[in-house]
């Protein structure tokens, strides 16, 4: 069965950087374009950036461009997010996201699969 | 940037009630919208995708339909289990958007 599992939360301080981690199961990881998706607390969800299923292009929010950083490593089939410069508004759960159905080298980017989520705390 | 405008925010129901929740585009997204619930501490769960078809071992009572800016997900017959947050996301254009959500409340 399909499996993601998140690590690398945690408090930082503003300013700070945190990298977290996706550990993939369950399905061929190398042919899904995989995301991050965001939740701060009592809020609804954030979409925070994506990468295509062989790391070729990637997009990201606006919220987040220019410090976050998505990558993949296809043979340990692990998802990343390098999270730089952290602000108190980028505390929330983080999720990573499989995309749900991929053809050709397209993928539709809704989600069937989650993770169970990380909380990142930015504080002082 | 695509906004998605969800509605009600919050809605009281009872069980057995038909119950509607409304998503609306500020631009087309053809069919390109999804369906999600969550409950309080866990992940979002896929119900409907391609504004219409249901996901593998989501209930019936469930559907999803509209296309272009107008969408609505129906729940026939509220269930104990179906007391959760709704939200939408457009997945045509990024940057891919939600809804604010809908709160399903006990009456």
């Known amino acids: 069965q399909v499996q993601l599992v998140e690590s690398g939360g945690g408090v930082v301080q503003p300013g700070g950087s945190l990298r977290l981690s996706c550990a993939a199961s369950?399905?061929?990881?190398?042919?899904?374009?995989m995301n991050w998706v965001r939740q701060a607390p009592g809020k609804g969800l954030e979409w925070v950036a994506v990468?295509?299923?062989?790391?070729?292009?990637?997009y990201y929010g606006d919220s987040v461009k220019d410090r976050f950083t998505i990558s993949r490593d296809n043979s340990k089939n692990t998802l990343f997010l390098q999270m730089n410069s952290l602000r108190t508004e980028d505390t929330a759960v983080y999720y990573c996201a499989k995309a749900g159905y991929c053809s050709g080298g397209k993928c539709a980017h809704y989600y069937d699969y989650w993770g169970q989520g990380n909380l990142v705390t930015v504080s002082s | 940037d695509i906004q998605m405008t969800q509605s009600p925010s919050t809605l009281s129901a009872s069980l057995e009630d038909r119950v509607t929740i409304t998503c609306r585009a500020s631009q087309s997204i053809s069919s390109s919208l999804a369906w999600y619930q969550q409950k309080p501490g866990e992940a979002p769960k896929l119900l409907i995708y391609?504004?219409?078809s249901l996901d593998g071992g989501v209930p019936s009572r469930f559907s999803g339909s509209g296309s272009g800016t107008e969408f609505t997900l129906t729940i026939s017959g509220l269930q104990p289990d179906d007391f959760a947050t709704y939200y939408c996301q457009q997945y045509n254009t990024y940057p891919l958007t939600f809804g604010g959500g809908t709160k399903v409340e006990i009456k």
């Open positions: 990468i295509r299923f062989d790391g070729g292009s990637k």
């Open positions: 391609k504004a219409s």
């Open positions: 369950g399905f061929t990881f190398s042919t899904y374009d």
